[in-house]
């Protein structure tokens, strides 16, 4: 009900072109917020997701813990290992809060780059 009071069509759901927009629109204003120095929202996104995550309450998120988001946005759970790969700088083998907001960071204020549809989960 959400979305369709939103005007998202519940059959078709959003057009390509607005989310594109949706997605230019937020860029731009996250970018004005740091301008003025506010907190980001892809931070409070990404930490929101990070709690989600992070199942058994260690500070850490691990592949497996990753492959319950890839379930609830309907992606194969093996879409977890390629994100995971890329996410995992330190390549400590558990994702900390700071990669998470990085990579969402990426993904919301880079230009887009066909190397990351699979971290993305575009590809599947």
Do not use: C
Not at 64 to 71: I, N, P, R, S
Request: aromatic residues 16%; proline residues 5%.
């Amino acid at each position: 009900v959400f979305f369709f009071n939103k005007g998202v069509d519940p059959v078709h759901g959003l057009k390509r072109e607005d989310w594109v927009e949706a997605n230019r629109v937020f860029a731009e204003a996250e970018r004005e917020r740091e301008r003025r120095g506010e907190p980001s929202m892809i931070a409070l996104l990404s930490n929101a997701y990070y709690d989600v995550l992070d199942d058994d309450g260690d500070g850490t998120v691990d592949v497996d813990e990753l492959k319950t988001m890839m379930k609830a946005f309907d992606v194969p759970q093996e879409a977890a290992y390629t994100f995971f790969e890329k996410a995992d700088v330190d390549k400590s083998g558990k994702l900390e809060r700071p990669e998470l907001v990085h990579l969402f960071r990426k993904f919301w204020m880079e230009p887009y780059d066909p190397q990351w549809d699979g971290v993305y989960a575009f590809k599947y």
